[in-house]
């Protein structure tokens, strides 16, 4: 999946439950700088990350990546 598809999924999933990038960050133990990274689709995340935020989104990995 591409990084740009991928990360507006990350920051649309995390603006509908209500979060700002500080809370989805400190709720995931990523650094703002690294999150903001991953939304802006300039940084790949590791799986184990995406993982760790589709768990505090509270949806499945799966949904994250969904492409379509």
Partial sequence: M????????????RKLKGLTQQELAERTGISLAVL?????????????VLAKIAEVLEISLQELKAEG
Avoid at 2 to 13: P, T, Y
Avoid at 36 to 48: I, L, S, T
């Fill in 2 to 13: 591409e990084n740009k598809q991928l990360a507006q999924r990350i920051r649309a999933f």
């Fill in 36 to 48: 903001g990274a991953v939304e802006r689709g300039n940084r790949k995340a590791e799986e184990q």
